[in-house]
């Protein structure tokens, strides 16, 4: 497991349908060592703090592994490092591997992994297509959220080593597959006991067990 590129960027005004919008999602990649800070990293910003950044979302990786399936959606031209507004473009570290509350150390920095993505208009703004954000979510190749353990520093090229396994038998995908219907209930009540579920995923899934 290994970081191929490191990607970010600040926020800035593009136009989207006849109107301006401030993101954050066209991340590019930069070379060198990058620093990592509590909720993000160095260089890189979030447009809307409301539902972007925090701790829960500080460090966002998205598996190179996935690019293939996505150039039957996507032209080449769009397909670069960070074409998905991810901080880490990784191999070898799928949602499927990825335990939840698992800790990875990645340069010198020590990374949480806590939760998918769900991704909101501004995905559609950066690969020029709409339709992407359901696509994206029907296809259930979240990528994944870090929350960040220990502050350092990470380059490209760096190792992703699992230093802690995480608590329970509960991955990142196991999230995605459950985020609207409880298709495994007992993952579920698995994942409602993990300390490290962010807030607004706890009510999710205690939304998901609720007797309809």
């Not at 970010?8 to 070379?31: H, N």
Request: hydrophobic share 40%; proline share 7%; net charge neutral.
């Amino acid at each position: 497991m290994h970081i191929v590129s490191v990607n970010v960027g600040l926020p800035e005004e593009v136009e989207w349908k006849g109107r301006m919008v401030r993101t954050s999602i066209f991340k590019r990649p930069t070379a060198g060592p990058v620093p990592v800070l509590a909720e993000h990293l160095a260089g890189d910003g979030q447009a809307d703090l409301r539902v972007h950044g925090g701790p829960d979302k500080a460090v966002y990786a998205y598996p190179l592994e996935h690019y293939e399936f996505w150039r039957r959606h996507v032209p080449a031209e769009l397909l670069v490092m960070g074409a998905f507004g991810e901080n880490l473009t990784t191999t070898g570290l799928l949602e499927s591997d990825a335990r939840v509350g698992a800790c990875y150390q990645v340069g010198t920095a020590v990374l949480m992994a806590v939760q998918p993505r769900r991704p909101c208009f501004k995905l559609g703004i950066r690969l020029r297509d709409a339709r992407l954000v359901q696509q994206f979510e029907e296809a259930r190749r979240s990528g994944i959220y870090f929350r960040v353990i220990t502050e350092g520093v990470l380059r490209a090229g760096d190792a992703i080593a699992l230093i802690e396994p995480g608590p329970r038998a509960v991955t990142i995908q196991d999230m995605v597959d459950n985020m609207h219907v409880a298709q495994d209930p007992a993952k579920v009540r698995e994942l409602l006991r993990l300390p490290s579920l962010s807030p607004s995923w706890r009510a999710r899934f205690e939304e998901v067990l609720a007797p309809k």
